[in-house]
């Protein structure tokens, strides 16, 4: 079956360091992939988007790989910091046209 | 300023009491696209409309109707809302299918 996995746990960090986050998906060839974050009750808001033929995009302390091969898409924020305290997202299209999309992982960054 | 604007922002119903969440856009955006988020579970997609009169089921369209007849509004409708249709609700838009989507602030729908 087809899904796609974000880890369900949340991830704590310490500020300053490299939270990175991870994307696995199954039986989805998607053309792209895109990251959002999302704070409590509000909407997703939209961060990065990779397409299969970019190993890596990067913008400001964030940065995004996709290996199709792994079929896996990693998130990294650099010199994290509280307000970084987040879940984030991420979606990929499906052959449907759909945007499928992970349960989030919540980030949370310790002083 | 650019935004998705939804109301109402919290409902609380009774089954079977028709409703519609309303949905709106000033960014001239194409597409839009309705989505429930339930704990533990991702976005899941309700319905979706790539134009004006072009609207098509998502992954959970049961129990629910969308319109399109203007480029700005894409209501959503509970003819005969079920609890199990509580849940929080996002309208979202973007200029093309591929695009980076913008979320609406949510509509908690709670149905008793």
């Known amino acids: 079956s087809q899904k796609i996995e974000q880890n369900s746990e949340a991830l704590n960090i310490q500020e300053g360091k490299t939270a990175t986050l991870t994307c696995n998906y199954t039986n989805y060839s998607p053309a792209y992939l895109q990251w959002y974050r999302q704070d409590p009750g509000r909407g997703p808001v939209f961060l990065l988007l990779?397409?299969?033929n970019e190993k890596e995009k990067r913008k400001e302390r964030l940065k995004v790989t996709f290996d199709t091969t792994l079929k896996q898409s990693l998130f990294h924020i650099t010199a994290s910091q509280p307000a970084d305290s987040a879940t984030y997202l991420c979606?990929?299209?499906?052959?449907?046209?759909?945007?499928?999309w992970g349960a989030g992982t919540k980030l949370i960054i310790k002083p | 300023e650019a935004q998705v604007t939804q109301n109402p922002r919290y409902l609380i119903t009774v089954t079977g009491k028709k409703l519609t969440v309303t949905c709106s856009q000033n960014m001239n955006h194409e597409y839009m696209s309705w989505y429930r988020q339930d704990p533990g579970l991702g976005l899941r997609q309700i319905y979706y409309s790539m134009n004006v009169e072009v609207t098509d089921k998502g992954d959970v369209p049961e129990g629910y109707k969308v319109s399109r007849k203007e480029k700005r509004n894409f209501p959503l409708i509970l003819e005969s809302p079920s609890p199990n249709q509580t849940s929080l609700y996002f309208c979202a838009s973007s200029l093309e299918r591929t695009y980076e989507q913008y979320f609406g602030p949510g509509t908690r729908l709670t149905v008793t």
């Open positions: 990779i397409r299969e």
């Open positions: 979606a990929l299209e499906d052959s449907n046209y759909q945007l499928i």
